[in-house]
């Protein structure tokens, strides 16, 4: 069981650029979710995604971000015109299911804007 | 509303124990524990359901007190590889959407 694969690992996008980041979940899992974190801070939710339906984005700037997770693929953060203040390592993690599941997480996607 | 982790960072020498605590202000249906490395992705460690349980995971144990929406983390007899950033997270209503605490940096000294 390869676990939830993220990538690119590293991403460097000059401002006003696009960031696509890929995630896909461990087998068998269906709930995945998105989190930021800043360098020596914590883990921010962003989104919550099922097979082709967001659960909750209230945690995702309503401006320039956008998630989905589509029957067939890997779910995808995308950051339109990046600003430096989104440079952050992004974090998926899915889940068996809800309730009684611990999160399984990626390594991340750590983004840099210059 | 984000959980409250206490200490923010502890030093401990080999073979010491240590406890983070996570309060919430809000009731919980559940809390998870996990722990970061530098560089690296959070490692799931344990959950606990309300109703008060307490877990075990080698030296590494946990509590939750349901009344008081509090869970901690015992790490006994500590060992260099317990190093890292340990956070907790917590959810209110079994949707398994987790709030994460700011963490607690803990350092193990040979």
């Known amino acids: 069981n390869a676990g939830v694969m993220q990538n690119p690992r590293h991403l460097v996008r000059r401002r006003g650029q696009e960031a696509r980041l890929r995630c896909s979940p461990m087998?068998?899992?269906?709930?995945v979710y998105w989190y930021r974190q800043l360098p020596e801070e914590g883990l921010k939710f962003m989104v919550y995604?099922?097979?082709?339906?967001?659960?909750?984005e209230s945690g995702m700037p309503k401006e320039r971000f956008s998630a989905e997770f589509p029957k067939e693929g890997p779910s995808i953060l995308r950051i339109q015109q990046v600003v430096r203040g989104d440079s952050a390592a992004y974090f998926c993690?899915?889940?068996?299911?809800?309730?009684?599941?611990?999160?399984?997480f990626g390594s991340g996607t750590r983004l840099t804007v210059v | 509303q984000q959980p409250v982790q206490s200490p923010q960072a502890v030093i401990l020498r080999e073979g010491e124990d240590a406890v983070i605590n996570c309060s919430s202000s809000?009731?919980?249906?559940?809390v998870h524990w996990y722990r970061q490395k530098h560089g690296e992705a959070p490692v799931f460690l344990m959950i606990?359901?309300?109703?008060?349980e307490q877990k075990g995971h080698d030296k590494i144990s946990a509590s939750f007190n349901e009344k008081k929406q509090q869970s901690s983390l015992y790490l006994t007899a500590s060992q260099l590889s317990y190093s890292g950033t340990y956070f907790c997270?917590?959810?209110?209503?079994?949707?398994?959407?987790?709030?994460f605490g700011g963490g607690t940096r803990l350092m193990v000294k040979p």
């Open positions: 809000k009731a919980l249906y559940s």
């Open positions: 087998k068998g899992h269906s709930h």
């Open positions: 993690a899915s889940s068996l299911a809800t309730g009684n599941y611990g999160y399984t």
């Open positions: 606990l359901l309300k109703g008060g």
């Open positions: 995604l099922q097979k082709e339906n967001i659960i909750d």
């Open positions: 997270g917590t959810d209110l209503d079994s949707g398994n959407m987790l709030t």
